[in-house]
Structures are given as C-alpha cells and as structure tokens.
C-alpha cells in the first residue's frame, strides 16, 4: 500500500533507500513512492549515459514524481562566474548549454548553478557584476526552453572556504540584477543556517527569488531531528507560503542500514506532522 503523501515535496536521492529498495535506481524510485514521496533529485543525473536517463524520466510521471534539481555547472576549485577568465566563461556557457538537452530529457525544471570561488585580486564588486554579466548570458541560453537556474549559496565555514556565493541576501542582489525568471535562489537550509542562521526570517526576505529548496540538519548534514534546527517549524512557515517548491534531502543518513533508512522516513514524517 503506498503511504499518505507529504504535505511537501520533499526529493530523496539515489542510494538514499538502496538498502531497502537495492541497487536498481528503477525499484529506488518506486520504493520511494510508496513511501509517499513525490519528487526526486539527482545531483549526478548529467553523468549518467543517456539511456538511463530516458529510462528514469519514463518512470517518473508514471509513480507521480516531479523531478528536481541536477547540476548544470559547479566548481570548488577554480574562479568562474566572478572572474574575468573568458575561457573559463565559455566553458560556462558549454555546460548551460548541455544542461538545457538534460533537462529536456529527463523532464527537469530546475539546474544547480554553482558560481565557484571568488577572486583574491579583484574587488568584491567587481566580481558580483561579473557574475551578474555571465547569469544573463546563460539566461538567454535557458529561456527557450523554460529551465531555470538556481544559484547554491554554500557555507564557507565547514565545506567551501572560498565559494563567491555564500549569504543569501548576496544571492537575493544577484537574481534581482540579472531580473530574468530563469534565474532563482537555491536555498539549502542546512548551507544557510552555518552562514547566517535566522532562517525563516532570510526566506521571506528572499521568498520572490527562491526556487528551489535544499535541506539536511547541523550539525552533521544528515536527516531532521538529528541536529540543532527545528525542521518541523521551518517546513511549516515553507508550507505556508507555498506547497510548489520541491525540497531536495542533499544530506547523508545518521544510521546504516534499513533501520537507517527507516528512521529517515519517520524523521520527515515527524517534521511533516504540523
């Protein structure tokens, strides 16, 4: 029997339920719907050969799946969008370009965009126009076909000490220069809550250009009720405010095994119950 649906569209990931489900990415699907789950994300879809990408988008409508974010383009290593590189641009510019036939195929709406790290010899407003310049460029590549962008701020604190795009009010200034619908905020709670806590507040600042949902708790970027944010509230006042947005589970499992994964079921339902 498949479970109640939830009140929000919270997205597993492949090899979140492999214990449970195995390793066949099919039966992950269908195990996660029966859980009443009623999106999926796929960080890795681009890598995946192009057959089993078609093979996952044919069984999505079919278990009533929305699909959620894959990576369009991210760097951890080297300067992009806020740099003045030009062949670090293009090569930008090539991946919105591939990530538009990988959105066509697997049926996505939304990309991750991560705009890699900031430059050490360049001011801070200078690398924002930068950005700003580059987004609208990768638009114009995106409008046709309706896929939006969603810019990632992460924390600098615990996992990237150089990423250009940290704080979501950065995040906000850049979506509202570049004033294009197909480019919105990615905003991952768990990111957000090291950079600047305060959380329901920094989301109805940012509301008018947030897209796309992330989460996993802190510490330890694993499922709700395993750390010091109240998921139950945040899901709430996100609920409040629209039930349309997906929110993508980019965390790990506190515990192994399928009683692990068990209790990542039980942690959303418990932050579901409001």
Request: proline content about 4%.
């Amino acid at each position: 029997m498949t479970a109640k649906p939830f009140k929000l569209k919270y997205a597993p990931h492949f090899g979140m339920f492999k214990e449970s489900a195995g390793e066949d990415l099919i039966d992950q699907l269908k195990f996660a719907a029966d859980q009443g789950f009623t999106a999926w994300e796929d960080n890795r879809m681009g890598k995946r050969e192009i057959a089993l990408q078609e093979k996952v988008a044919r069984e999505m409508p079919k278990l009533k799946l929305e699909m959620g974010v894959f990576v369009a383009t991210a760097t951890f290593e080297h300067v992009t969008f806020a740099g003045n590189d030009e062949a670090a641009r293009e090569k930008a510019l090539g991946e919105m370009k591939a990530a538009v036939e990988i959105g066509k195929r697997v049926n996505a709406k939304w990309c991750t965009v991560v705009p890699g790290l900031y430059d050490l010899k360049l001011a801070w407003g200078y690398q924002s126009a930068n950005c700003i310049d580059l987004l609208r460029r990768c638009c114009d590549i995106c409008e046709k076909s309706g896929l939006i962008m969603v810019l990632e701020p992460l924390n600098r604190l615990t996992s990237h000490p150089r990423v250009f795009l940290a704080e979501s009010p950065h995040a906000f200034e850049i979506c509202k220069a570049v004033n294009h619908p197909c480019c919105k905020i990615l905003f991952d709670i768990f990111h957000q809550q090291i950079t600047e806590g305060n959380l329901i507040p920094n989301i109805d600042m940012s509301w008018s250009e947030i897209g796309y949902f992330q989460c996993g708790d802190n510490p330890g970027r694993k499922e709700p009720t395993t750390g010091e944010i109240n998921y139950r509230n945040v899901f709430k006042h996100i609920h409040s405010k629209s039930t349309a947005l997906i929110v993508g589970m980019e965390h790990g499992i506190s515990r192994p095994g399928q009683d692990g994964e068990r209790a990542v079921i039980d942690a959303y339902r418990a932050s579901d119950d409001f």
